[in-house]
């Protein structure tokens, strides 16, 4: 792997010929600006992402009241992914020296190994301080439709997001001219800002774009879920490559069923699609908006309101954002606070603990005010487990196009 663009290439070439005719000897050429970074000769690939044909158009039978999964797609008109650019927000993600004492990045408390989550309950930071709530995955976070992020969804887009962990007191401690400072500062961002922006001019815009981007590109196509469904025409058929207890446990997830409070419900009501999304309700024929939920895990909320802390709405008391599963079973621990270790523990509140909260919504509680458990037996516990291991996507992980340019 070489570790320059043939375009960048070009680009120090003709910066080391200008300076050494005006200002260099001989035995002074300039510094190789890339010599911290393992960049591939060409791009790597992110614009053209190759989505299934489950993305493209819903294949679930016409009772399972959801739009396909690219109708999800939160990308702005005035961002749209660029190989240049995600590359550059590659770059940004994976750079510690972006933090008030240069020890902590944006992958700090994204891992990819963790499903791009972290596996502490809190994420530290950069003065070994810890974050108020868990740290999310964000593989497929450009299908969550409404666009908004954070568990508490106060920032209105992706863009937005980006840069407030930056501006965190606990978190990386920058403002957002130092941040620009910073970036200024390295060698290697000036070219990489060219490319992906057409001049080297840095500005807190043009970083929230390109990380922006190189998120979007984490969509998770690859998983044994994604290969087996490749198989065949139905999401609900038997997958060939599925042991018995995965068709199971996929059979529970997708299937309705009632449940103690005499409602009827089922677990991709709330992650729905083929790449595991939160819920989505429609605003016109063609246009839907995810929305955030309360599951019960509380029946009072006190120390985190969650969405109402930034909308100020009652009805939002006791709210979060619903990421994707993908890979859930390796972004241990779970919610927003991380009090749950395990996955036969998020499966055990679904089937014996829901609790009675403010916000609770249909079918967990029913008109009567009667909280619904699903009831799970151990052997439909232990096949959804099972079936949830399926959607750890190892290759998309493991891919060099996302993983840490600094080693």
């Given at each position: 792997?070489?570790?320059?663009?043939?375009?960048?290439?070009?680009?120090?070439?003709?910066?080391?010929?200008?300076?050494?005719?005006?200002?260099?000897?001989?035995?002074?050429?300039?510094?190789?600006?890339?010599?911290?970074?393992?960049?591939?000769?060409?791009?790597?690939?992110?614009?053209?992402?190759?989505?299934?044909?489950?993305?493209?158009?819903?294949?679930?039978?016409?009772?399972?009241?959801?739009?396909?999964?690219?109708?999800?797609?939160?990308?702005?008109?005035?961002?749209?992914?660029?190989?240049?650019?995600?590359?550059?927000?590659?770059?940004?993600?994976?750079?510690?020296?972006?933090?008030?004492?240069?020890?902590?990045?944006?992958?700090?408390?994204?891992?990819?190994?963790?499903?791009?989550?972290?596996?502490?309950?809190?994420?530290?930071?950069?003065?070994?301080?810890?974050?108020?709530?868990?740290?999310?995955?964000?593989?497929?976070?450009?299908?969550?439709?409404?666009?908004?992020?954070?568990?508490?969804?106060?920032?209105?887009?992706?863009?937005?997001?980006?840069?407030?962990?930056?501006?965190?007191?606990?978190?990386?401690?920058?403002?957002?001219?130092?941040?620009?400072?910073?970036?200024?500062?390295?060698?290697?961002?000036?070219?990489?800002?060219?490319?992906?922006?057409?001049?080297?001019?840095?500005?807190?815009?043009?970083?929230?774009?390109?990380?922006?981007?190189?998120?979007?590109?984490?969509?998770?196509?690859?998983?044994?879920?994604?290969?087996?469904?490749?198989?065949?025409?139905?999401?609900?058929?038997?997958?060939?490559?599925?042991?018995?207890?995965?068709?199971?446990?996929?059979?529970?997830?997708?299937?309705?069923?009632?449940?103690?409070?005499?409602?009827?419900?089922?677990?991709?009501?709330?992650?729905?699609?083929?790449?595991?999304?939160?819920?989505?309700?429609?605003?016109?024929?063609?246009?839907?908006?995810?929305?955030?939920?309360?599951?019960?895990?509380?029946?009072?909320?006190?120390?985190?309101?969650?969405?109402?802390?930034?909308?100020?709405?009652?009805?939002?008391?006791?709210?979060?954002?619903?990421?994707?599963?993908?890979?859930?079973?390796?972004?241990?621990?779970?919610?927003?606070?991380?009090?749950?270790?395990?996955?036969?523990?998020?499966?055990?509140?679904?089937?014996?603990?829901?609790?009675?909260?403010?916000?609770?919504?249909?079918?967990?509680?029913?008109?009567?005010?009667?909280?619904?458990?699903?009831?799970?037996?151990?052997?439909?516990?232990?096949?959804l487990i099972a079936f949830l291991n399926t959607l750890t996507d190892y290759q998309?992980?493991?891919?060099?196009?996302?993983?840490?340019?600094?080693?």
């Open positions: 792997m070489k570790k320059l663009k043939l375009s960048l290439k070009f680009m120090i070439a003709v910066f080391v010929v200008a300076c050494s005719e005006d200002n260099y000897t001989a035995n002074e050429v300039p510094e190789d600006p890339f010599a911290e970074l393992n960049l591939p000769e060409t791009y790597f690939n992110y614009t053209n992402i190759s989505l299934p044909s489950f993305y493209i158009e819903s294949e679930f039978p016409v009772e399972y009241p959801f739009p396909p999964v690219i109708e999800y797609d939160n990308t702005p008109t005035d961002n749209p992914i660029t190989n240049a650019g995600a590359t550059l927000g590659r770059v940004l993600f994976y750079d510690k020296k972006l933090s008030a004492n240069g020890t902590v990045s944006c992958a700090s408390c994204h891992q990819a190994q963790h499903g791009f989550s972290d596996p502490n309950i809190l994420s530290e930071g950069f003065e070994g301080g810890h974050t108020r709530r868990h740290s999310m995955g964000i593989v497929n976070a450009r299908f969550y439709a409404n666009g908004k992020f954070f568990w508490d969804e106060r920032a209105e887009t992706l863009e937005e997001q980006v840069l407030m962990p930056f501006q965190n007191e606990v978190e990386m401690g920058l403002t957002l001219q130092e941040l620009i400072d910073i970036t200024s500062e390295q060698t290697y961002y000036p070219p990489l800002f060219e490319q992906a922006f057409g001049d080297e001019t840095i500005n807190s815009d043009r970083i929230s774009k390109a990380l922006a981007q190189f998120i979007r590109s984490l969509v998770s196509v690859t998983s044994k879920y994604d290969q087996a469904r490749s198989e065949v025409t139905s999401p609900l058929e038997n997958f060939p490559g599925f042991t018995a207890q995965e068709n199971a446990g996929k059979l529970i997830f997708y299937t309705p069923r009632q449940l103690t409070n005499g409602n009827t419900g089922y677990c991709i009501g709330c992650h729905q699609t083929e790449a595991f999304i939160g819920p989505v309700f429609p605003i016109t024929p063609s246009t839907f908006r995810t929305f955030a939920t309360t599951n019960g895990i509380d029946a009072v909320s006190i120390t985190d309101l969650g969405v109402t802390e930034a909308t100020g709405n009652s009805g939002d008391i006791g709210k979060f954002k619903v990421p994707s599963l993908k890979n859930i079973a390796i972004t241990a621990p779970y919610m927003h606070d991380g009090r749950f270790a395990t996955l036969e523990e998020v499966i055990d509140h679904y089937s014996s603990s829901i609790q009675n909260h403010q916000n609770l919504r249909p079918p967990l509680v029913n008109s009567s005010g009667q909280v619904g458990q699903f009831n799970f037996s151990q052997e439909e516990k232990d096949a998309m992980l493991t891919d060099e196009k996302f993983s840490n340019p600094f080693e």
